[in-house]
């Protein structure tokens, strides 16, 4: 209970309730709920679920009753009961107390509910607010839980909460979707997979401003939730007090997300790994600069229809021009064939300097060399590499969850090359820690991400990123 407390007074001025798990408690602290509802001094929810349910507890169902019993007589505000508990003595204790009752269902494996739950959830007395909690697992289970929202729209108070990453979306929304409250974890629980912390919230999510209204626009890829885009975005819009917010989407089936993009119709979206490509078949019109990488990381929704920009482009040369003269750059090596690569080779093809591929598949650096007109190697053509002035590292080897790892194990960078890494997190590489130990100069991709990033804020919103 102590590092509840702490928890709750790092975080009181954030939050407007709070949920006891009970069932994380050791029994002995459950004592003195009277003690504890009063010290808590925020309106607050009582929980006690079981092993079968998703909780933790294990032991006595006498006690569980008891303790809820407790709870509701100390006056918490809410008291979350699964369907189908049943006990009498509880549910006359709050009508007594004039509890309101959260009457939870969860699947921790999809987004199914049966169709006889739903029904008795939907019959519930206006008394009892339903709350579904689901899990989808990919991006097919994202229809499944908008169809949730859908089917309880005529409940005045509802809680329905997508879990994990792929339910990340339901938590930033749940104004828009009409719950009564979102769900947010501690700081250390915010790291898994969904879970959020108040600040982040706040903070990076603009909670506070966030309507039934707010226009949605997000960042597609996988790995994604890693993503600074969020930050960058969502701060624009605060300063401006757009109605807006920017979400990660995870995506593992880009067909099905796009489905679940039309029904929620989002605005606009960036594109990240690997999706840079196969993205531009959903396109109705392609700006020339896709054309040019044969990449897309923009997608506006227009009236009609989606519109693809590449934002990479630039966001790549800018840096790179402001730190070295180009004139002197008379060999390039490219290290990898994918989205990110086509807009770096469409940014250097005005050089005078021969631009040369990199790559680990050999038949993707044959198509991209073939647009471009230059020549490909293998990876492991160190010779070929350590000949270049220039070496740009587009692949995500050295990302989550390759941070350990670097595309070129073993290669000796020469001091005189300049190392360009566009992976941004970590801001340092293993590849940007051997090329700077070897005396390099180095660029990391952050730079790039503020200027690809703030061209995007200009495509969706029509006006320019704020200064500063
Ligand atoms: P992508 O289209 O999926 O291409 C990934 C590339 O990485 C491919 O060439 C792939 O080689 C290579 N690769 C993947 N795993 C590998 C491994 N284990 N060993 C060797 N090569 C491997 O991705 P992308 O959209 O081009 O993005 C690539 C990176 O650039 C990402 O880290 C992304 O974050 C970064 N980026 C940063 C910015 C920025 O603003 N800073 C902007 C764009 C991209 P194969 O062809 O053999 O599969």
């Known amino acids: 209970m102590e590092e509840n407390f702490t928890l709750l007074e790092q975080n009181r001025d954030l939050i407007d309730i709070a949920e006891l798990r009970m069932d994380y408690l050791p029994v002995k602290e459950l004592r003195d709920m009277n003690g504890i509802r009063k010290r808590m001094g925020i309106a607050a929810i009582a929980t006690f679920r079981k092993v079968c349910d998703g909780g933790r507890f294990r032991g006595d169902e006498g006690f569980r009753r008891k303790t809820l019993l407790d709870a509701v007589q100390a006056g918490f505000e809410y008291v979350d009961l699964e369907y189908g508990f049943d006990f009498p003595e509880v549910e006359a204790a709050v009508l007594n107390k004039g509890t309101a009752v959260i009457r939870s269902i969860h699947n921790f494996s999809g987004v199914e509910v049966s169709k006889g739950s739903i029904k008795g959830m939907l019959s519930l007395p206006d ?20 169809q949730l929202y859908s089917t309880f729209k005529d409940r005045e108070k509802k809680i ?7 339910g990340f979306f339901s938590r930033i929304l749940y104004r828009k979707f009409g719950s009564l409250l979102t769900y947010c974890s501690g ?15 706040k903070d990076v999510y603009n909670l506070d401003i966030i309507t039934p209204d707010t226009a949605v626009y997000g960042i597609i890829g996988n790995p994604v939730m890693h993503s600074r885009s969020p930050h960058l975005h969502n701060a624009g819009y605060r300063k401006y007090s757009m109605d807006a917010v920017y979400i990660p989407f995870p995506v593992d089936d880009p067909d099905q997300f796009m489905r679940f993009a039309n029904t929620l119709s989002i605005k606009g979206f960036s594109v990240t790994v690997p999706y840079k490509k196969d ?18 990381n923009t997608v506006v929704r227009k009236d009609n229809g989606y519109e693809g920009w590449n934002t990479d482009i630039e966001g790549f040369f800018r840096p790179l021009e402001k730190r070295i003269s180009l004139q002197d750059i008379k060999r390039i090596a490219i290290i990898g064939a994918g989205g990110a690569a086509g807009a770096v080779i469409r940014a250097l093809k005005g050089l005078d300097a021969q631009i040369h ?24 053509s160190y010779e070929e590499i350590e000949r270049c002035d ?16 670097t595309p070129l194990p073993g290669y000796r960078f020469r001091k005189e090359q300049i190392v360009y890494d566009l992976i941004y997190t970590p801001e ?12 390099c100069r180095t660029i990391n991709g952050l730079e790039m991400l503020f200027i690809q990033g703030k061209l995007q804020f200009k495509l969706f ?8």
């Open 127 to 146: 008394s009892e607010i339903p709350k579904i909690a689901v899990y989808p697992q990919s991006s097919k289970d994202l229809l499944g839980l908008l």
């Open 160 to 166: 329905i909460v997508g879990m994990g990453a792929y």
């Open 187 to 201: 700081a250390e629980a915010s790291g898994a997979p969904g879970h959020i912390s108040p600040e982040q919230l």
């Open 279 to 296: 993205v531009i078949r959903f396109l109705d019109n392609v700006d020339q600069s896709v054309i040019q990488a044969d990449a897309c």
């Open 357 to 380: 591929i990199f790559n680990r598949t050999e038949e993707k650096a044959r198509i991209l060399s073939q647009k471009f007109g230059i020549r490909y190697f293998p990876l492991s």
């Open 390 to 405: 220039l070496i740009v590292q587009t692949t995500n080897v050295g990302m989550h969850p390759l941070e350990d790892k």
């Open 428 to 439: 340092e590489t293993i590849f940007l820690k051997e090329a700077a130990a070897a005396g």
């Open 461 to 468: 919103t029509g006006v320019d990123y704020p200064e500063n």
